[in-house]
């Protein structure tokens, strides 16, 4: 087996965002680009000769090329053992387990998420750390740098590998392992929840829908919700992973997943409906005729936990990201636990993990997850819920009433302007800025800012420090606002403004919840001045 060397040139677009490297599918196309960007990791990684690396992606466009190329240099890197999903394909959580149950060096997910795909959509690639989770910022600076200066990488002269069956194959030192991408993550979720709780609530007639996308879950779900819980195949949507995603977006929210959305808000609703986004590792829970925003849904595992078996001993603590809505605080103060407020992406959650300081974590961007693994992890959140749900043998709407009965409602919006100009989003976030001194103790509407700051992070346990993750402006009375750019976007910029109320009236929780909270968006534009800097009267998607 030859060893080839190819002289490329650096690019300077390779500085990983909230989520790895995420570009599109043209600009990954460019001769050298990816095989840039691997040969950064692999420079810049230490101690993974004769270790064990876990590949696989979301099954979008490019997925299969771009595993061939990462196969040929993992080889030549001198990677003891590749595990490969079979066709390629592994969702992101899947891989976080795969990494720990295998004590890999690490994993690289090949996705772009909820972005869409195709050759006109987008294509990414992420690197996980032996804990199974993200790569952290120290280290992905630590890429980009180095790939601002790459002028060479290596491949292994090989065959392409066939994918597409359980198969084994060695290459020098190297052995390449075809795996069912499935097996292992159900075997797990099996060790965590109550599976004969769920399936006799199932056959008795609960009825359950779930909405992959076109997207990696699909086969995850047949197998866990359809073959071993006995959902019909009929209630398992779009379960086929296509290059495309049916030429949607894979994101499971109200806007796009809405074929599930409005069968749930039909006359004939099913008790219970869940979809996932493009890698697997978010979720959207709805009941019959009811939507559970995804910070209650936190809240709600959080508070129901000893219901579940994995979790029947109770939580060492919660965390959120910061602009997530308030909730879980409330619950774990009520259970007596810390609850810790991190920078928005998974990666800052893989350290209080790691230290046992929480079990619990989530993101208000349909994102929850645990300790079984260092990922959001989307049917585990559906678990969670089904689980809840065979043992309350209430619907999800009582859930969530009598949730925020006890706790009361933390009223909560996010408004996303996608698609605006670069120089006028700064502009915007440069105005924010400028005035933040200014904003303290001036009320509007009746709301008086308590504070307003840029958001900044020191992790508790290393004690790296993250700034600029987010404007927010807290009110008096609890209220929030927060205004950040999207860090997973591929063109342009989008604005996510972040709204929330906390309401301890019952008779107004059934309110709706934009008209709710209208006086704080109405705030939020007049303080970002949001019509004027991106020229748009409404946002592009409102979750
Ligand atoms: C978004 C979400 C964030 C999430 C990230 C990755 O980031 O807001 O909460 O962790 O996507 O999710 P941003 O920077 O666009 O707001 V995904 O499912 O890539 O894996
Ligand atoms: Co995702």
Redesign the pocket.
């Known amino acids: 087996m030859q060893i080839i060397t190819t002289a490329s040139q650096p690019f300077s677009d390779q500085r990983p ?4 490297l995420r570009k599109s599918v043209s600009t990954f196309q460019q001769e050298h680009y990816l095989e840039n960007f691997v040969q950064s990791l692999f420079d810049v990684l230490d101690g993974y000769v004769g270790k064990t690396l876990v590949l696989g992606g979301d099954g979008r466009f490019f997925n299969l090329t771009a595993i061939q190329i990462i196969i040929r240099m993992a080889v030549a890197a001198g990677f003891g053992r590749i595990l490969v999903g079979r066709d390629g394909l592994l969702s ?1 959580p899947a891989v976080s387990h795969l990494i720990r149950k295998n004590e890999a060096f690490g994993g690289i997910i090949l ?4 972005n869409p795909g195709g050759p006109e959509g987008d294509f990414g690639i992420k690197f996980n750390t032996a804990n199974g989770g993200p790569a952290q910022e120290v280290l992905t600076e630590a890429i980009f740098q180095h790939s601002t200066q790459v002028a060479h990488y290596h491949y292994a002269d090989i065959p392409e590998v066939p994918l597409d069956q359980l198969d084994q194959y060695n290459f020098g030192h190297t052995v390449i392992e075809v795996i069912d991408p499935v097996a292992d993550y159900a075997e797990l979720m099996q060790t965590l929840f109550d599976f004969n709780a769920i399936k006799s609530l199932i056959d008795n007639g609960f009825q359950v829908y779930f909405d992959a996308m076109h997207a990696i879950t699909g086969p995850y779900a047949q197998h866990i919700l359809g073959e071993l819980l006995g959902v019909a195949n009929s209630n398992l949507l779009n379960c086929e992973p296509k290059p495309d995603f049916g030429g949607s977006h894979p994101d499971p929210n109200l806007t796009y997943a809405h074929e599930l959305a409005e069968r749930m808000f039909s006359d004939t609703a099913p008790d219970f409906g869940a979809a996932s ?3 697997g ?2 979720n959207m829970i709805l009941g019959h005729q009811c939507f559970v925003n995804p910070s209650d849904s936190l809240a709600i595992i959080a508070a129901n936990a000893a219901l579940i078996p994995a979790y029947k001993n109770g939580l060492t603590g919660v965390a959120r ?1 910061m ?1 997530t809505s308030a909730a879980v605080d409330v619950v774990a103060e009520k259970l007596g636990i810390d609850c810790y407020e991190t920078p ?3 990666k800052f959650f893989g350290n209080l993990l790691d230290a046992n300081k929480i079990t619990l974590c989530g ?3 349909f ?1 929850t997850g645990s300790n079984h693994v260092r990922e ?1 992890d989307g049917l585990w959140a559906v678990l969670c819920w089904l689980n809840i749900l065979a043992v309350r043998k209430q619907s999800v709407s009582d859930i969530l009433r009598q949730h925020w009965q006890q706790f009361g409602k933390h009223v909560y919006t996010r408004h996303d302007y996608e698609g605006v100009e670069s120089t006028s989003a700064k502009k915007l976030v440069e105005h924010l800025l400028n005035n933040l001194l200014n904003l303290t103790g001036q009320e509007f509407n009746g709301y008086t800012v308590k504070c307003a700051d840029e958001f900044s992070y020191t992790d508790p346990i290393d004690h790296s420090m993250s700034e600029h993750q987010g404007i927010r402006l807290l009110f008096e009375n609890g209220a929030r606002i927060i205004f ?1 750019l ?4 591929t063109s342009g910029a ?1 604005l ?1 403004v972040y709204i929330e109320d906390f309401c301890d009236d019952t008779n107004r929780h059934n309110e709706n919840t934009q008209s709710y909270l209208k006086t704080l968006i109405q705030i939020a534009d007049d303080i970002a001045g949001i019509q004027t800097h991106t020229g748009m009267v409404s946002p592009t998607v409102i979750t």
């Open positions: 965002g909230t989520s790895g992101t996705s772009a998420s909820h986004d493009g890698d590792d978010r990201s602009p928005t992406g998974w993101e208000e961007s994102g959001k950040r999207s860090g997973t976007g989008t996510r």
